[in-house]
């Protein structure tokens, strides 16, 4: 997609001169993102502890994994469009300082319900970042070779982060109690805000206009009812609560939309659905995480309660995945320019899709070679897929609205991530929930054992050694048949997304040209 600059009397306009600090910048931002991987995936190896500890109830536990991707997808845009009009660098630190300050609440919880508001908290905190981040490398980095680059860096570190916190979060697990996870929050923040005012540049819409206040309430509720809605009637069936959130969700949102296209500086504008490649990549990563989230959010439960896998061991099980992200998301823009966008896209979502589709064959006995070789492959090919659609996605755009684009790109990721989790885990625990307790267990034992797998843990060490090791075999087996469901369900999902990205990206191409 080549962008036609105007002429100057004296020829074409003369490209902007490189930013000399533009890499020690992004290494800031890189800083900033990995601090948001790792906190995404730190919470899953730590849910067995938490759910020993705090003893939440299994809507409780599926409320702690995903109401920070309900909040954050409800404020994505706001807070992007809060950054084109105040400030991207501004919003960022801000925000930096914010997510270390209630990072320290989630780790002193100590009720499920405490620990649902803090990670709600954390969402309204961590809404600031991922969209300025990426904003930011829109205005810093004019010549769109560089650019990819950058974005692939961005997406490397997601993926690194992704694999640290599981790998750091089970050190701590293994030495300290499970608020550690979140307190490594803050060295990295403090870093961040410390060197990032030195080294960030500032950018911002020059004419922004207002930031309408009705606008961020319409796109908050809009957002949060539906999730709920769709998360309730996936988990407990449709009834009139189901019923009403989902028409005040739509509502909303209706209201939103129409009250963007009567605004002169709305907070996101619309029309940027038009395009199709816009589109077409905003699509294609909901749904890639929507196929995902499940397995990322179950997964570790699966090598830690099942196979027996201390929280370290797990946590570098997955590491795979992330290598492979890191690999692909730095050679991605590279290979797009060198194929096709589509090609690239819907090629990296064939690939994760018939890499869950092997997980369909799982049992609690398969070996890590199968595992290992799954998540190498979802991981390239995701790393391929996110970057290249990000790149479309920023491009697609002027970068005076470079921040509401962003949170459009990141509001797909945290919506499809609540979705999943809401829909394919309430596959896992539909099914984990009706398996019958052998002979002799007394039915307040395999209640407390439906409840959560590390529940049936507990349940079976206050039982007779025989009566214990068949409950949680029972229990283990049931786990694990949902997480085969949910596989196959994602299995598609993905598969279905490389068909529309196939379409949607048709003559889709990245820039080459250095923008003026």
Do not use: C
């Not at 939440?56 to 992007?80: C, E, H, K, N, R």
């Not at 980095?141 to 993926?159: C, N, T």
């Not at 690939?351 to 979802?378: E, H, I």
């Not at 994602?490 to 003026?516: K, M, P, T």
């Amino acid at each position: 997609m080549t962008t036609i600059h105007p002429e100057t009397s004296a020829g074409k306009a003369a490209a902007p001169v490189p930013q000399p600090g533009r890499w020690l910048a992004m290494a800031v931002l890189a800083l900033a993102v990995l601090l948001v991987g790792i906190d995404a995936t730190v919470l899953g190896i730590a849910t067995p502890y938490i759910s020993e500890d705090l003893r939440p109830s299994g809507t409780q536990l599926l409320w702690i994994g995903d109401v920070y991707s309900f909040v954050i997808a409800g404020l994505l845009v706001s807070m992007g469009s809060l950054g084109d009009r105040i400030g991207r660098k501004k919003l960022l630190l801000v925000g930096s300082v914010a997510f270390g300050a209630v990072s320290v609440l989630n780790a002193y919880a100590t009720s499920p319900e405490l620990m649902i508001l803090a990670r709600a908290l954390l969402g309204v905190a961590g809404a600031t970042l991922m969209p300025s981040t990426l904003a930011l490398i829109r205005n810093i980095f004019h010549d769109p070779r560089e650019r990819s680059l950058a974005i692939g860096i961005w997406g490397a570190m997601a993926s690194a982060g992704t694999a640290v916190g599981p790998v750091v979060g089970g050190f701590l697990l293994e030495h300290f109690w499970w608020g550690s996870v979140f307190l490594i929050n803050l060295p990295v923040m403090a870093v961040l805000v410390l060197v990032g005012i030195k080294l960030l540049p500032e950018s911002k819409n020059p004419a922004p206009g207002p930031w309408d206040l009705p606008s961020v309430a319409l796109s908050l509720v809009g957002m949060v009812a539906v999730v709920y809605a769709i998360k309730e009637a996936a988990a407990h069936g449709f009834d009139l609560t189901v019923l009403a959130a989902a028409v005040l969700g739509a509502a909303a949102l209706i209201g939103f939309v129409r009250r963007q296209r009567g605004l002169a500086a709305p907070l996101l504008d619309v029309d940027l659905f038009r395009h199709r490649g816009f589109s077409g990549a905003v699509l294609a990563d909901l749904l890639t995480i929507l196929g995902l989230s499940g397995l990322v959010f179950f997964l570790s439960q699966f090598l830690q309660l099942v196979q027996g896998r201390g929280p370290l061991e797990a946590g570098l099980a997955e590491l795979p995945a992330a290598l492979g992200a890191v690999t692909a998301g730095l050679i991605a823009g590279r290979v797009a320019r060198r194929f096709t966008v589509r090609a690239v896209v819907a090629g990296g979502l064939a690939a994760v899709g018939g890499a869950l589709g092997f997980l369909a064959l799982l049992d609690r006995t398969t070996g890590y070679p199968l595992l290992g070789g799954v998540l190498l492959v979802v991981g390239v090919g995701a790393g391929f897929a996110f970057t290249v659609t990000a790149d479309v996605i920023l491009s697609s755009v002027p970068k005076e609205q470079a921040g509401a684009a962003s949170a459009v790109s990141e509001t797909a990721y945290e919506l499809g991530a609540a979705l999943g989790i809401a829909l394919l885990g309430s596959i896992v625990t539909g099914i984990y929930r009706g398996f019958p307790a052998p002979a002799g267990v007394p039915a307040e034992v395999g209640d407390a054992a439906r409840e959560s797998l590390g529940g049936a843990w507990e349940a079976a060490v206050a039982l007779p050694a025989e009566q214990g090791t068949a409950l949680l075999a029972t229990a283990q087996d049931a786990f694990v048949d949902g997480l085969r469901m949910a596989s196959g369900v994602g299995s598609a999902v993905l598969l279905a997304a490389a068909v529309a990205a196939w379409f949607l990206l048709r003559g889709q191409e990245l820039a080459d040209d250095v923008e003026h």
